[in-house]
T-cell receptor, first 119, second 109 residues
Framework: GAVVSQHPSWVICKSGTSVKIECRSL??????MFWYRQFPKQSLMLMAT?????????EQGVEKDKFLINHASLTLSTLTVTSAHPEDSSFYIC???????????????FGPGTRLTVL | DAKTTQPTSMDCAEGRAANLPCNHS???????VYWYRQIHSQGPQYIIH???NNETNEMASLIITEDRKSSTLILPHATLRDTAVYYC??????????FGKGTRLHILP
């Protein structure tokens, strides 16, 4: 498998501030990473697909100017929640795509998540 | 993508085999069946995947019916640490997983 880390594991911020969450692939180079968020008692919702060196692809309904994604290297993707508000409080989870040479068996591995609380 | 149907919740006694069913009657020939689980307040964990043959690894076994319209994930000796939400996902490729509601598995002591 692949080892994925996220930093920070939790963060509390004031309304109106921006928060950056890092996702790192520790043991392989990830061309593609994904960002999800999860509200309490709900399933994970895909926010965007991040490809190294290019602009992220956002899912319908996700504001790209609010959730800035940068994937500048093969081991690091960042999600910045700009001008955060209480409704942005959620569990944010990243994943990396481990490409094994056969796209039908490529596997995603997930980070431990970052819990964001906006006051 | 092929849709999947899973029971909302299941109970299993500790030490027994946990059998989690998944229906995917609209699965296409090139779509794989993937299983993930999410323990409370953690990121999802990959368990296993398969196309049409049964698969086994150190975590679980995956049994896919001959017509591929359903599958069963088997945890051979469930422990309390297996309490989690289990997701069955069908995709032609694993890019961009879309999660359903999954099955909440409770392991009872």
């Amino acid at each position: 498998g692949a080892v994925v880390s996220q930093h920070p594991s939790w963060v509390i911020c004031k309304s109106g501030t921006s928060v950056k969450i890092e996702c790192r692939s520790l043991d392989f180079q990830a061309t593609t990473m994904f960002w999800y968020r999860q509200f309490p008692k709900q399933s994970l919702m895909l926010m965007a697909t991040s490809n190294e060196g290019s602009k992220a692809t956002y899912e319908q309904g996700v504001e790209k100017d609010k959730f800035l994604i940068n994937h500048a290297s093969l081991t690091l993707s960042t999600l910045t929640v700009t001008s955060a508000h209480p409704e942005d409080s959620s569990f944010y989870i990243c994943s990396v795509l481990l490409a094994q040479g056969n796209t039908s068996t490529d596997t995603q591995y997930f980070g431990p998540g970052t819990r964001l609380t906006v006051l | 993508d092929a849709k999947t149907t899973q029971p909302t919740s299941m109970d299993c006694a500790e030490g027994r085999a946990a059998n989690l069913p998944c229906n995917h009657s609209t699965i296409s020939g090139n779509e794989y069946v993937y299983w993930y689980r999410q323990i409370h307040s953690q990121g999802p964990q990959y368990i296993i995947h398969g196309l049409k043959n049964n698969e086994t690894n150190e975590m679980a076994s995956l049994i896919i019916t001959e017509d591929r319209k359903s599958s069963t994930l088997i945890l051979p000796h469930a422990t309390l640490r297996d309490t989690a939400v289990y997701y069955c996902i069908v995709r032609p490729r694993i890019i961009k997983i879309i999660f359903g509601k999954g099955t909440r598995l409770h392991i009872l002591p």
